[in-house]
């Protein structure tokens, strides 16, 4: 079973917004660190936003005023919400949790995440 599901990814216009959800898989987890992350073809999985247990949240320099990140605790549902989205936005993206590990500078390095979604794509067209 995937630990996770990501949904609301689809093919919207240069200029357009989505939102993107995460849901745990017959799972509770402690949340310390949520992250999301795209990767598009030929290239290398990134880190877009975070946000840890408390609220705080960081952002890639590509997204920082465009995406923002939050949870719902009572639905227990990660979000991305994806404005003024761009061609080279277009990727897969996957929502990612660190297991009981805080957020830290390290946050966009995927390697520190424990477990993952299968993803959802995103497109964008000029």
């Known amino acids: 079973q995937v630990p996770l599901k990501e949904s609301g990814g689809g093919s919207v216009q240069a200029g357009e917004s989505l939102r993107l959800s995460c849901v745990p898989s017959g799972r509770t987890y402690q949340r310390y660190c949520m992250g999301w992350f795209r990767q598009a073809p030929g290239k290398e999985r990134e880190g877009v936003a975070v946000?840890?247990?408390?609220?705080?949240?960081s952002y890639s320099s590509s997204v920082q005023g465009r995406f923002t990140v939050s949870k719902d605790n009572a639905k227990n549902t990660l979000y991305l919400q994806m404005n003024s989205l761009k061609p080279e936005d277009t990727a897969m993206y996957f929502c990612?949790?660190?297991?009981?590990?805080?957020?830290?500078?390290?946050?966009?390095?995927?390697?520190?995440?424990?477990?993952w979604g299968q993803g959802t794509q995103v497109t964008v067209s000029s």
């Open positions: 946000i840890d247990k408390a609220g705080d949240t």
């Open positions: 990612a949790d660190r297991g009981p590990n805080w957020c830290d500078s390290t946050w966009s390095d995927s390697s520190t995440y424990v477990y």
